[in-house]
Each structure stands twice: as structure tokens, then as C-alpha cells.
């Protein structure tokens, strides 16, 4: 976990307002005029990794006094111009402050910007004004573990504004941070292994940052391995404050190499993302499955399931256009409904525990065996208090009133209703029914979550 890394600064300006006597005669009233002291009092620090304090001059900086609907009243570029005494009319005003080196890329320059809130000037009024000027770039990093150091001849990268296509070049053993604007940024990472017999081993690698934070800190950290010839890779981009990481996989295209319980699983087969919760010592995901190779209408449906075959299905939807379905909102809310054949996918029934029955489920996963299901009601206190603590809570995907649920395990069961072996839907947010692998399809046992 990286440190905070504050950067701050006070600009107080002080307002000393004086009255005036009216003229008499014909002549115009004159505008009430206030006197404007900016007493400009700015430290900006940033605390590097080995730990020195750099403080950031003033002098340079740009102030522009605004008036509130944005008519830039006065300017002083450098700071250091400023008089000590500005006359101003009375009305309303904010200030802005900023250093005079943005640019989209860099190594070594902060760009710092700050504004303060909208203030009056009034006759007869005393008014200290501070305005806080913070570092604006998004900085990044690009580490190496011991692992690239040791093994690979050549290691670079370059960071890369999408907008702009503005860019800073990491050289090996290049530990500077680079400052960029706020814009998505595109990563690239170059890895390069020589062959006993002169020959090279090339990989580029690449990541995003999305959507770039000010004052933060992105460290890219790479982590890549020989193993039988193949360059196994793992790049984590994690920010400076609260830490995201973000697992972009390896060379055998894994993107859950580093996956625990309670994080977000990736179905390689359709890349859709999944909640995980533990309860007790077993890992549910938090989600119905919503893996779909094929879509049957009803009349399909019945025949899938007398034939003893996969039969896949979306609830109220009597089509077969599997690009159409999924766009459905049944299918985002409740998943998919499966026949017996389709959950179990061809292996035989089992109740152990764990089952050992992948069926529809992603890899690493499972069909829970009616055992497994129970095991999980007794973590819960018992079948008469477990579902309170399963359901999802509201009235969103259950029916009214559904005061009861709490959903305190994570599990968020839903309604999802049923597909009868008549290829009908019925009990939509009365019933959420799960498949275990215990059984056949004629006597199958099942879990059931229910609004009763």
C-alpha cells in the first residue's frame, strides 16, 4: 500500500474597505470602491520516496482576480508583481491561482491550480479570503520487480496521452515519475529475453488508465517470468491513495491469476464479471450465472428437455436470437434459466462436497451439491432463518413487501422465477430456485428461496 502523498497550499487575501463621501450636484454617484490586499502565503510540498521535503516558489505563480459571472477583472503573471494594495468596486469576486509550466507530459514539472469560493467586497468590512492550490497531473510510475531486473536484457515503457498522443519514454532503470493532464492514458511495456543462441524472446505489453485522478500516484508495477520459453506477465496499476489494483493477466491469457474470495471473477468464456462473497468457509458467487451458448423459445425448450439435451432460457422471452436476448433487462437482472441437462452439462449427479461438478459453471467453479447447499443454510442459522439473510433486500427484484430481508451474507438471491417443463415462465420475484447436482432431472433436489 503506497503512502499519501499531500500537496496543499493557502493563498490568504485580506480586503480593507474604506467609505465615501457622496459629491454633491449633478454629477453621477460615484461606485463604492473597496481596497483589495492578496497577502499570498503558499507552500506546496510532495514527499518523494527517499524521503526529501521539496518546497514549490510562488513567485512565478499566475493570480487572476474574477468577477462572479467569470469576467477576468485583473491579472498578475508573475505573482510577484502584485502590489500590495489592489482597488477594487464593491461586488462580488472569486481568484484563481496557478503555476505557469502545463503541459500534457513531463518528467519533473507539477502543474498546480487552485481556485477560491465567490466572496464579496463590502464597504466597512475586514474579509480574509484563502484559496487552496493542489497539484493537478495525474503522476505515473513504471517499477520492476527482481524477476525483470534478473532475467531480461531490456526493459522499457512509455506512457502515452490518448488525446494529445503526447508521451514520456521510461528508459531502463528509470525510476521517475512523470506528470500528466487528467486525460486517459495508454501504457506500454517492452520486455526482451536473448536466447543462448542469440536469438530474443519479445513481448509488449499494454494497459489503460481509464479515467486519471489528480494528486494521484498510478505505479506500474511488472512482474514477468521465464517458464518453459514463455514470458509469463503480470502488470498491476494501482493508485497513489486508496490502491486499485487492476489484474491484467499473464501470457496464458488468465485474468484471474490473482483472484480471492470476495473479488470480481472474469468468465473466460464470455468474459462476463462476477460478484464473490465468502460465508463461512465457502465462496458463493453473488450473481446468478448468466453464461448462455444458445437461446430456446418455448416450443424449443420442451424439446431440449425431452430429448435429454441443453435447454437455455431468458424468462418471458419466446425467441431464439441469442444477440436479442441479451440485451434483455431479465437477462442483466436475473441471469439465465437452465434445464437439468444444461446445468449439469453431461457429468453425473453427485452429493459431495465439494461435488466435483463443473456443468454450466466457469472453470474453478461448481454445481453445489444439495449437501453443499445445506452446509451453507447452517452457517446461516438453520433453513427457517438462512433465507431472510440469502434474499437481496427491497422490493426490486422481490415482491412487495419483502420486509425481512436483510441479504447480510452478500449472497443477493433473487427472484428469478421458474421455466416449467411446458416451456412456460412463472413466479417472477416469488421464487428463486438453484439447481443442485444431486438427483436426476425427474428428481432433482433444488434449493428455493421465496417471498413465503
Not at 180 to 206: A, C, H, M, Q, W
Request: glycine fraction near 8%; include cysteine.
Amino acid at each position: 500500500m503506497l503512502s499519501r502523498i499531500n500537496v496543499f497550499s493557502f493563498i490568504a487575501v485580506f480586503f480593507m474597505l474604506a467609505s465615501c463621501e457622496k459629491f454633491e450636484g449633478s454629477l453621477p454617484d460615484p461606485v463604492d470602491y473597496g481596497y483589495l490586499s492578496l497577502n499570498l502565503s503558499l507552500t506546496i510540498t510532495s514527499e518523494p520516496a527517499n524521503g526529501r521535503i521539496l518546497a514549490v516558489s510562488t513567485d512565478d505563480f499566475r493570480v487572476t482576480i474574477f468577477a462572479a459571472d467569470g469576467t477576468e477583472v485583473m491579472v498578475f503573471d508573475p505573482f510577484s508583481t502584485a502590489p500590495a494594495e489592489v482597488s477594487l468596486p464593491t461586488s462580488e469576486y472569486y481568484v484563481e491561482a496557478h503555476s505557469n509550466n502545463l503541459v500534457d507530459a513531463a518528467f519533473e514539472n507539477p502543474y498546480y491550480f487552485g481556485r477560491s469560493d465567490n466572496f464579496t467586497i463590502d464597504k466597512e468590512e475586514l474579509k480574509s479570503i484563502d484559496i487552496e492550490t493542489e497539484l493537478a497531473n495525474t503522476k505515473v510510475a513504471i517499477n520492476y520487480s527482481a524477476n525483470v531486473v534478473n532475467t531480461f536484457h531490456s526493459y522499457t515503457g512509455t506512457v502515452t496521452v490518448v488525446s494529445s498522443g503526447a508521451s514520456l519514454f521510461y528508459a531502463q532503470g528509470e525510476t521517475r515519475e512523470g506528470y500528466f493532464l487528467t486525460s486517459p492514458l495508454d501504457v506500454e511495456v517492452n520486455l526482451s529475453y536473448t536466447k543462448l543462441d542469440g536469438t530474443t524472446i519479445d513481448r509488449t505489453f499494454t494497459a489503460s488508465i481509464a479515467d486519471p485522478q489528480p494528486r494521484t500516484l498510478y505505479n506500474i508495477n511488472v512482474d514477468a517470468t521465464l517458464e518453459d520459453g514463455k514470458i509469463v506477465f503480470h502488470i498491476i496499476v494501482d493508485e497513489g491513495f486508496d490502491t486499485v489494483d487492476i489484474d491484467l493477466g499473464d501470457a496464458t491469457g488468465n485474468p484471474n491469476a490473482n483472484w480471492s474470495p470476495g473479488e470480481e471473477w472474469i468468465d473466460e468464456r464470455d468474459n462476463q464479471v462476477y460478484g464473490t462473497v465468502q460465508i463461512g468457509d465457502q465462496v458463493w458467487m453473488s450473481e446468478n450465472l448468466r453464461y448462455l451458448p444458445e437461446i430456446h423459445n418455448n416450443q424449443e425448450f420442451v424439446s431440449q428437455g425431452a430429448g435429454e439435451v441443453s435447454g437455455y432460457g431468458i424468462y418471458d422471452y419466446d425467441g431464439n436470437d441469442k444477440s436479442e436476448a441479451i440485451q434483455l433487462p431479465n437477462y442483466e437482472t436475473y441471469g439465465v434459466l437452465y434445464n437439468w441437462y444444461a446445468a449439469m452439462d453431461g457429468e453425473e449427479s453427485s452429493d459431495d462436497v465439494p461435488s466435483g461438478v463443473n456443468g454450466a459453471c466457469p472453470a474453478d467453479w461448481h454445481v453445489p451439491s444439495f449437501a453443499e447447499w445445506n452446509n451453507l443454510a447452517t452457517t446461516l442459522g438453520g433453513t427457517s432463518n438462512a433465507g431472510d439473510k440469502l434474499k437481496e433486500a427491497g422490493e426490486l427484484t422481490w415482491m412487495a413487501p419483502n420486509e425481512t430481508s436483510t441479504n447480510e451474507s452478500g449472497f443477493s438471491g433473487r427472484g428469478a422465477g421458474l421455466r416449467n417443463s411446458g416451456g412456460y415462465f412463472n413466479s417472477l420475484k416469488i421464487i428463486g430456485r438453484f439447481w443442485s447436482s444431486a438427483a436426476s432431472a425427474s428428481n432433482a433436489n433444488v434449493a428455493q428461496l421465496s417471498t413465503a
